[in-house]
């Protein structure tokens, strides 16, 4: 009985492979994408979300026939790997994928501690990294093989503060808090030259160690400045709830404002209704009608996979399969230095529209993803799009 067993399962395996040899879509090995990301901790829900919008991402493009280079129909496999959201838990992962696994395209990464690990390793083996990061010091000519898959604060800060400053032209002062590590210092720098362009004076600019759940006492420095605005700038949802609801506790109710602020689940859920009428910069609604099926039902996935709405770290993660499917399908290669010099050449549909990448006179070189700055805000417990504003760049290429 076993030997007939086994005899079926060989049969079985037999018959396996040679389905895979002469079926052209199933032969070739997969285009591994590596990420890079935190599945633990404040930022768990970034991550989980973008590994969802990654396979989604994958599967689309495998059902509208794959990835055609050289002859060859090729399929992606995303691989996630936890990086705690610190540098070195992020050095063990690149080790992780770029070595272990071998991967050649970093389908997505996230955090600016971590991604600096990434990055050392990633130019050095060749490989290609797609990155969420908002550390304008992991980009331009310096780092050819790295492009930034969402807007960053060089991108957010500006224009958000400006359409603040224009809803509340009563606001004078601001206080800043950020996390205390790479990506919050290079934000607090970002945003504290966005509200002394738009004319509101920076009172003070704090830390907090990531991890913290204690924010009574940096509340109470912030609340006794008296500031018109309090923006917590870098800070995850959770974290920035926890701070609105202290800063309310104290009797101050000034402007509200996350600049890289994500979505509303973890606002609410840590601050109620303390965050009413708060500002965010890459949190995203689809509950308008401009909103298509394709993004609610992407949305609903997120919602199911994360308990928050999906937000604009996370999409970055399904716009990088679609931008490496065009840049590889144009460059007819799957070198990633080959793979790399075609990506600013090309056009691609991200989850917003017609997308490419710029940013060459912010960063020196287009390696920057082109996408509309998305203003939201928290109103009766929801959250709502109050601008949509397209950089100078994408006006004048026509995207969007």
Known sequence: MQLRLDRRLAFG???????????????????????????????????KGS???????????????????????????CLGYDNKYNAAEGA????????KDNVKF?????GTAPVRALQSLSERQGSLLFTVAWGASIKGPKFPLTFTQMNTPSEISQ?????????????KTVVLLNPNDAT???????????????GVKVLDSDWYERGSSEFQPVAAKLAALKPDVVDLCSSPPSDAGLVFKELSALGWNGVKVVQVGTGAGGLLATGAKAVEGTYM????????????????????????ATGDSINAVQIGFYDAVFALKAGMEKAQSLDPKVVAKALP?????????KSAFGGAATYGSPQQMLLPVIVTQLKDGKLVEVARILSPEMRQRGLQ
Request: with cysteine; glycine share 12%.
């Open 345 to 353: 050449t090309v056009t691609f549909n991200s989850f917003y529209g």
């Open 184 to 198: 919050g210092q290079e934000t607090e720098q970002i945003a504290r030259k966005a509200w002394e362009a738009a």
């Open 159 to 171: 224009p958000l503060v400006a359409f603040v400053k224009q809803a509340h032209p009563q606001a």
């Open 92 to 99: 063990k992962a690149a080790q992780a994928l770029l070595l």
């Open 281 to 304: 910069g890459a949190a995203v609604s689809l509950d308008g009608p401009s909103a298509t099926p394709h993004q609610r039902e992407l949305d609903d996935g997120v919602r199911a």
């Open 106 to 110: 970093i389908g997505g990464s996230l």
């Open 13 to 47: 395996a037999l018959a396996f492979w040679f389905f895979q040899l002469t079926n052209p879509v199933m032969a070739q090995e997969p285009i591994k994408l590596g990420l890079s990301i935190p599945l633990s901790g404040a930022g768990a829900t970034w991550g």
């Open 51 to 77: 590994v969802w919008l990654c396979e989604r991402a994958v599967a689309e493009v495998a059902k509208a026939g794959g990835v055609k280079v050289g002859g060859k129909t090729y399929q992606f496999q």
